[in-house]
């Protein structure tokens, strides 16, 4: 699986989007962008995955470029419950052994009042 | 929904003991992992396993060994604990290349 890079901390404002960016310019045709995010002392949430179109659900929007080499997560109107641990990871749908899924530091997101 | 339950969220052991940490999934999920979690160095892939009793090292094996007898069951084993060995471990499970749902986590300390 390819390896993302992501900056390591963000701040947002209250009720502002909070746009996180990663980079994953090894990505191969078959891998998804897939991000998760992690409270404190908890496990990783999913929040929502893409091939290369853009795509939105109840949490988030996330936004894949045209060569496929970066993408931003969006929330759109950031919370304070939306303080968390943002990875973002590429992973081989199509691979039944899914292997490793390597996730690096991810982003610290940290909303601000 | 998907639940990925692991035994015990906190635990304490001794230097030397062994330890066996057990994740079981009710999805009939064919993949399931462990990775453990430190300050500064984000999650890191112990093992996997992507059928019953087949397994693949991951990043990190030294010092653990698996277990996967039934299809929902994983477990993480610990032979001879160390202190280095303190951590919080995650257990995830998912369909082929789809999304992994993540455990709560146990936060294993080693004395």
């Known amino acids: 699986d390819a390896k993302t890079t992501q900056p390591p901390s963000m701040d947002c404002a209250e009720g502002r989007a909070a746009n996180l960016p990663c980079n994953h310019s090894?990505?191969?045709?078959?891998?998804?962008v897939y991000w998760y995010r992690q409270i404190h002392s908890q496990g990783p949430q999913y929040i929502i995955h893409g091939l290369k179109n853009n795509e939105t659900n109840e949490m988030a929007s996330l936004i894949i470029t045209e060569d496929r080499k970066s993408s931003t997560l969006i929330l759109p109107h950031a919370t304070l419950r939306d303080t968390a641990v943002y990875y973002c990871?590429?992973?081989?749908?199509?691979?039944?052994?899914?292997?490793?899924?390597?996730f690096g530091d991810g982003t610290t997101l940290t909303v601000k009042p | 929904d998907v639940k990925v339950t692991q035994s015990s969220r906190y635990l304490v052991k001794r230097t030397g003991e062994k330890v066996f940490l057990e994740c079981v999934q009710d999805?009939?999920?064919?993949?399931m992992f462990w990775y453990r979690q430190d300050p500064g160095l984000g999650l890191r892939l112990i093992y996997f396993?992507?059928?019953?009793?087949?397994?693949e090292k991951g990043d990190i094996p030294e010092g653990y060994s698996v277990s996967r007898e039934k299809k929902e069951r994983f477990s993480l084993i610990l032979e001879s604990a160390s202190t280095n060995q303190t951590s919080m471990y995650l257990c995830a499970s998912s369909w082929a290349g789809e999304k992994l749902f993540f455990g709560s986590g146990t936060q294993l300390s080693v004395l």
């Open positions: 990871i590429v992973r081989d749908f199509l691979n039944t052994n899914a292997g490793k899924s390597t």
């Open positions: 090894t990505i191969s045709g078959n891998e998804y």
């Open positions: 999805m009939d999920h064919e993949n």
């Open positions: 396993s992507y059928d019953v009793k087949m397994k």
